[in-house]
């Protein structure tokens, strides 16, 4: 079975900081993953994802993440945070022929001015 | 913005009434997802639908049931809702035209913050 652990619930950076949101999958086949974000009372919208191509995935809002066989990571990263990025940060991922995404617990970011 | 609705947005209900709440797409998406969002757990996935009349269970199902008569309208009841129910509620749905949901974005409602009491 899969799975998706994001590493720390809350990370806080400056703005023009560098942002790393951290995710790591379990998956017995190569999975495919995605980032989501939702903005306060909002559902969820997608960043960017992985689906096999290109190793980095570039997404909306100066967003990407690169995908690592080798360390089992799906890290998300922006040079230069913004203020408008603080949001709720999820990680997940999905197998092949499966109807079930699976998401990980979800990182708050904010951004300090 | 993908044309999702979903009613009630707020509710506040006693244990073991029963309630519905309703998502609405004007995609014609084949695929819908019902989630529920608590702390801590991120989204966990109740039931979802892969056509009219065709739905299937999630990890979280027990205590829900769902109905999809129509492509556009996809309902989730809790029969007797209890206090461990309280959660935001969030309707998904999706497209693929291989069959193969598993590289699909999902498009997400504005969700329904549930509160049994």
């Known amino acids: 079975a899969q799975s998706v652990t994001q590493l720390g619930s809350h990370v806080s950076v400056s703005e023009g900081a560098l942002v790393l949101l951290r995710c790591n999958y379990s998956s017995s086949v190569p999975p ?7 903005y306060p009372n909002q559902g969820l919208q997608l960043l960017l994802k992985y689906t096999s191509a290109a ?45 079930k995404t699976i998401f990980g617990a979800g990182t708050r970011l904010f951004v300090k001015a | ?18 309630v519905t709440l309703r998502c609405h797409q004007t995609e014609n998406h084949r695929y819908m997802y019902w989630y529920r969002q608590d702390p801590g757990h991120g989204l966990r996935l109740i ?9 299937d269970k999630g990890e979280v199902s027990d205590g829900y049931s769902v109905s999809r008569s129509k492509t556009e309208d996809f309902l989730l009841t809790l029969e007797s809702a209890t206090s461990s129910q309280t959660s935001v509620y969030f309707c998904a749905i999706s497209e693929s035209a ?6 699909d974005t999902q498009y997400f409602g504005p969700g329904t913050r549930l509160t049994v009491l």
């Open chain 1, 32 to 38: 495919y993953l995605f980032w989501y974000v939702q």
């Open chain 1, 55 to 99: 190793t980095l995935v570039k997404g909306i809002n100066g967003f990407e993440a690169e995908f690592k066989k080798s360390e089992t990571s799906f890290h998300l990263t922006k040079p230069s945070a913004h203020m408008s990025d603080a949001a709720e940060y999820f990680c997940a991922v999905s197998l092949t022929g499966g109807f």
């Open chain 2, 1 to 18: 913005d993908a044309g999702i609705t979903q009613s009630p947005r707020h509710k506040v209900t006693e244990t073991g009434t029963p």
């Open chain 2, 47 to 55: 039931h979802y639908s892969y056509g009219v009349k065709d739905t």
């Open chain 2, 98 to 103: 291989s069959g193969d949901t598993s590289t």
